[in-house]
Nanobody, 124 residues
Framework: QVQPVESGGGLVQAGDSLRLSCAASGGTFSNRALGWFRQVPGKVREFVAAISWSDDRKYYADSVKGRFTISRDNAKNTVYLQMNSLKPEDTDVYYC?????????????????WGQGTQVTVSS
C-alpha cells in the first residue's frame, strides 16, 4: 500500500513560482498513475494534472495548461508539480493521489490513495 506524502506548499505572490513534491511512502509509484487535485473547503475537489509512471503520459486541466508542469523522478519515487505564473485563484489545498489505471484520469473517485494535502496561498 503506497501513501503519497505532499510537501512544498507555502505563501507566494502573484506571478511567483512554487514546486510541490509528492513522495511515495510505504511502497512505490511503479505502474501507477499520479494525479494532483486542489480544493478549497466547501468546494468540489478539482483535477489539476496527472502523469503515468509507466509511459510518462501527462494530462492537464485547461485552467493550468501552460503554467503548471507535472513530472516524475524514478530514482526518488517522487512526482512534482511545478507551478509558474501563479494567480490568486490558484490558492487551494493541493492533494496528490495514486491509482492503478489511466482511464477517466480526471475523476477523483478512481484514485485509491490520497495524501494529506499541502496549502498553497497566492497573494495579489
Amino acid at each position: 500500500q503506497v501513501q503519497p506524502v505532499e510537501s512544498g506548499g507555502g505563501l507566494v505572490q502573484a506571478g511567483d513560482s512554487l514546486r510541490l513534491s509528492c513522495a511515495a511512502s510505504g511502497g512505490t509509484f511503479s505502474n501507477r498513475a499520479l494525479g494532483w487535485f486542489r480544493q478549497v473547503p466547501g468546494k468540489v475537489r478539482e483535477f489539476v494534472a496527472a502523469i503515468s509512471w509507466s509511459d510518462d503520459r501527462k494530462y492537464y486541466a485547461d485552467s493550468v495548461k501552460g503554467r503548471f508542469t507535472i513530472s516524475r523522478d524514478n530514482a526518488k519515487n517522487t512526482v512534482y508539480l511545478q507551478m509558474n505564473s501563479l494567480k490568486p485563484e490558484d490558492t487551494d489545498v493541493y492533494y496528490c493521489a495514486a491509482r492503478k489505471q489511466w482511464y477517466s484520469i480526471t475523476y477523483q473517485g478512481e484514485y485509491d490513495y490520497w495524501g494529506q494535502g499541502t496549502q498553497v496561498t497566492v497573494s495579489s
